[in-house]
DNA sequence: CTATCGTTTAGACGTTCATCTAAATGAAAC
DNA sequence: GTTTCATTTAGATGAACGTCTAAACGATAG
């Protein structure tokens, strides 16, 4: 399931700060990497972890990488926690669909 | 941080099922197990992860235990999720909000 | 074409996780 | 008090995770 992935993509602090960054603008590789004390090589994978989740979308640019927040797999998300709340308000109160 | 917690509980798909059926209405432990085919200590397991992120409370009813959703966490995460979108909605687009 | 720079891939290591079985706790009923 | 039922705790096992070093890839510059 894909919200598998992007809660487990969320779960690390590491990649929470990451997304952090690119809600300012888009960075490259090598910029993230340079507000952590890890390896390259691990940014590297916790990128690709949030890739995979849909988080972050890559657009290469001559020799750089740069990376960008994907704002719909957000709003998926988003959307998934709503429907709890949806759901249990309208148990005990009268629902007015919006 | 907190918010790893509850990440790290939502990630795993046999929790996410347990809070959709909590969603309907408060179960016991027994029941909760009943929905699935892995043992009852495993269960046991994962009403304690959703217990530690704060996404669910127990309430000991004679023999029983009950767990019920904790919507205000759902309310916490679901605003860390907004924060994204409206700081980027705000760089290039003219806000108005809802 | 070769050297260089940015980034990723491969492989290894210790830690955390989901699951199990078996044993322990807790509350009610006999 | 002893038994019974609901649930949790303890300990074990294999898989997944975060991190590292070293090597590979890809694109630009000489």
Same mark, same amino acid.
């Given at each position: 399931?894909?919200?598998?992935?992007?809660?487990? =993509?969320?779960?690390?602090?590491? #990649?929470? %700060?990451?997304?952090?960054?690119?809600?300012?603008?888009? $960075? +490259?590789?090598? &910029?993230?990497?340079?507000?952590?004390?890890?390896?390259?090589?691990?940014?590297?994978?916790?990128?690709?972890?949030?890739?995979? =989740?849909?988080?972050?979308?890559? #657009?290469? %640019?001559?020799?750089?990488?740069?990376?960008?927040?994907? $704002? +719909?797999?957000? &709003?998926?998300?988003?959307?998934?926690?709503?429907?709890?709340?949806?759901?249990?308000?309208?148990?005990?109160?009268?629902?007015?669909?919006?």
């Amino acid at each position: 399931m894909a919200l598998a992935n992007t809660f487990k =993509a969320l779960s690390d602090p590491t #990649r929470r %700060e990451i997304l952090n960054l690119l809600g300012v603008r888009p $960075l +490259s590789a090598g &910029e993230i990497g340079a507000h952590f004390s890890m390896t390259g090589a691990t940014v590297s994978h916790h990128l690709a972890i949030l890739k995979d =989740a849909g988080l972050v979308f890559d #657009r290469h %640019e001559g020799k750089y990488i740069f990376y960008e927040l994907n $704002l +719909s797999v957000f &709003e998926e998300v988003l959307n998934w926690f709503q429907t709890f709340l949806d759901q249990k308000g309208d148990s005990h109160e009268e629902a007015e669909k919006k």
